[in-house]
Nanobody, 122 residues
């Protein structure tokens, strides 16, 4: 079984920064062998894709709403994925979920973290 443990969420003022971490564990599981990424869900809204880092070549992709502000990266040695979030806006407020084995077209993943709150105050 794969476990994804998120950390780094919290409260920040608009314009500030946060770095989310997602530590993966599980028998023979490596973040370099699957697409890893982040989704978020704001109150009253559906869950939406935020960012992905692909297993092959480490290419990245972002939702239009976060391009230029968020950066996804990974440390294979630590089996950890990061989401650096800069220039945060109140509309970034949501529960953020780490995911492994992402399929962007269907907005699904094989494994999910428990989610953590990010709140951006105006």
């Amino acid at each position: 079984q794969v476990q994804l443990v998120e950390s780094g969420g919290g409260l920040v003022q608009a314009g500030g920064s946060l770095r989310l971490s997602c530590a993966a564990s599980g028998r023979s599981f490596s973040i370099s062998s699957v697409g890893m990424g982040w989704f978020r869900q704001a109150p009253g809204k559906e869950r939406e894709f935020v960012a992905v880092i692909r297993w092959s070549g480490g290419s990245t992709d972002y939702a239009d709403s976060v391009k230029g502000r968020f950066t996804i990266s990974r440390d294979n040695a630590k089996n950890t994925v990061y989401l650096q979030m800069n220039s945060l806006k109140p509309e970034d407020t949501a529960v953020y979920y780490c995911a492994a084995g992402i399929d962007i077209p269907t907005q699904t993943a094989d494994y999910w973290g428990q989610g953590m709150q990010v709140t951006v105050s105006s």
